[in-house]
């Protein structure tokens, strides 16, 4: 894999390139946007070593290698490379973004510099169609700068929290897009030519069909990033310049969460828990794809597991193993649906069953006639707020006196990015913005404004933003909610009855709360939640 070290003793030893550094905290520290590395110095290093541990060879001074390093972590990578070259080295330490955006501009280029199929004169690159032999693709996919082009886009995205990897073809690029706290950002353009073999490489690895070009496949990918074993969802389809590849990174860490670590408030935690301590009832989990539904029900599970209870789950897909539940995946083409895997399930006696997601009449029914029957029931609803569950249900289909008589609450949630905590500062946003959140001067009692906002680093990627947290709207369902369901009344009703005489606070007002506290801005907050009534 690496260079043979006898080409590597061999080669000529530039003469020494003095380097600035000034002393940060015990440690000789570089500033990369002013030094720039020596063609010598990186040439030493092996692309893949450099990548992988994250160290940019920059100079070299009177025989020894010099190496930036982002953490002080890196030191032992950096002597493992001493070692590899039989030559002393020294470490630096640098801004750890710089670090990464400089070894991925050098080693990429090196990299791809490798790759046969160069693009024409025209700037056009070699397409792939229908006509193209298998056997090319699979040797295309086996290249050694495609094998790399992909192990980097993974371990970049795993070591920048990403939730979502898009690879994007259009006429003259392609576009590697990360989803990053719920935000999409360009990471990289790979060129047009290598596109095809990167695909197809994600095809053997998800072991779909690499000749098939012309429908959608999904697969699953497990790999290992640093010793951290990794599941990958692979979404490809068509599309006029070329397939199109979404990852979904299933990172375990996050989905083995506890209720008390999903940020929910105090007072929502102690009402949520007693909820889900009724032995029957369905709760329903609301709010829009990514908005963290199937991580607090995982939570809620977890909080509930006991050996004395059967817990039994069907989902599409399976996201996340957890030891101790039972889960089921949904196969459509084999007659597996939620409603016949439901149906299926209330025969294996369960004490509790968590349903994906509720889609149709049939499936709602058999969830509720379960909870009837008593079992507790979890499950999602794609809804704005939480009353509005019992409305989405009513339009479906199922009998009012059926889900008076059946639900027990919904929490409605969202995901809001937190300031980071780097390089977050005071901050007084505009009157305009605060006003739209409810928030007065007599909010607050000190003489100085509790609000933050981050002014960019190479910890958050000079975004503000580092890390997420919910936001939540629990909606608990009492009598006089019950008649208003039999009755057929508007979620407006409802809602204003919770908020009146249960008390319930508003997904805008708990992000007010979160802005109050310093933890999230209001232009984050009025983009999940939009402007309601407080």
Not at 51 to 62: C, D, F, G, N, S
Not at 138 to 159: C, H, P, S, W, Y
Not at 311 to 316: F, G, H, K, V
Not at 442 to 455: A, L, M, N, T
Request: aromatic share 4%; net charge negative.
């Amino acid at each position: 894999m690496y260079a043979p070290m006898s080409d590597i003793l061999t080669r000529a030893v530039p003469e020494s390139v003095p380097v600035p550094v000034v002393m940060k905290n015990g440690f000789e520290w570089v500033d990369l946007e002013e030094v720039k590395p020596s063609e010598a110095a990186v040439r030493l290093a092996p692309g893949d070593f450099a990548l992988k541990h994250q160290l940019l060879p920059i100079a070299i001074e009177e025989g020894i290698l010099i190496v930036a390093i982002g953490v002080p972590q890196s030191l032992g990578a950096v002597d493992e490379l001493g070692v590899l070259l039989q030559m002393p080295t020294k470490a630096v330490l640098a801004a750890p973004g710089v670090v990464r955006e400089k070894i991925e501009e050098i080693f990429l280029e090196r990299i791809l510099a490798g790759l046969p199929g160069q693009s024409d004169e025209t700037g056009t690159a070699t397409e792939v169609d229908d006509s193209t032999d298998l056997a090319d693709l699979q040797k295309m996919a086996g290249e050694t700068a495609v094998v790399q082009m992909v192990n980097l886009i993974f371990a970049q995205a795993v070591r920048d929290g990403t939730s979502d990897i898009h690879i994007e073809p259009y006429e003259r690029e392609v576009k590697v897009r990360y989803r990053i706290d719920g935000m999409l950002r360009d990471v990289m353009s790979p060129p047009k030519r290598m596109h095809a073999a990167i695909v197809s490489r994600l095809k053997i690895l998800g072991e779909m069909n690499i000749a098939e070009r012309r429908l959608p496949q999904d697969g699953r990918i497990k790999i290992v990033i640093g010793a951290r074993p990794v599941d990958v969802r692979v979404s490809i389809v068509p599309t006029v310049f070329g397939e199109r590849a979404v990852m979904r990174i299933l990172d375990k860490g996050t989905a083995m969460l506890g209720l008390e670590e999903l940020g929910m408030r105090a007072d929502t935690l102690d009402r949520y828990r007693r909820l889900i301590r009724v032995p029957y009832g369905v709760i329903l989990a609301t709010g829009p794809t990514g908005s963290g539904k199937s991580t607090t029900l995982y939570a809620s599970l977890q909080e509930i597991y006991s050996p004395t209870t059967n817990i039994l789950t069907i989902e599409d897909p399976v996201e996340y193993q957890v030891a101790g539940i039972s889960q089921i995946q949904v196969r459509p083409q084999i007659g597996l649906t939620f409603a016949n895997g439901l149906r299926s399930i209330v025969r294996q006696d369960p004490d509790v069953i968590m349903v994906g997601e509720i889609r149709d009449h049939e499936t709602a029914e058999i969830a509720i006639h379960a909870a009837l029957t008593g079992h507790l029931v979890f499950s999602t609803l794609h809804t704005n707020d939480a009353p509005g569950a019992v409305t989405r249900l009513l339009d479906m289909g199922v009998e009012p006196y059926l889900v008076a008589s059946s639900l027990t609450g919904a929490l409605a949630q969202r995901l809001v990015r937190r300031v980071c905590t780097f390089c977050g500062e005071p901050d007084l946003p505009s009157p305009e913005s605060l006003e739209a959140i409810g928030i007065t001067d007599s909010d607050w009692s000190s003489p100085d404004p509790p609000f933050r906002r981050g002014r960019g680093c190479d910890r958050c990627q000079h975004s503000g933003y580092k890390g997420r947290q919910s936001l939540y709207e629990l909606f608990l369902v009492d009598e006089p909610i019950r008649r208003m369901t039999v009755d057929r009344a508007g979620s407006n009703q409802m809602k204003e009855h919770a908020i009146r005489q249960q008390g319930m606070r508003t997904l805008l007002g708990d992000g007010r709360l979160a802005v109050l506290a310093g933890r999230t801005t209001p232009e984050e907050v009025l983009r999940v939640s939009g402007r309601e009534a407080i």
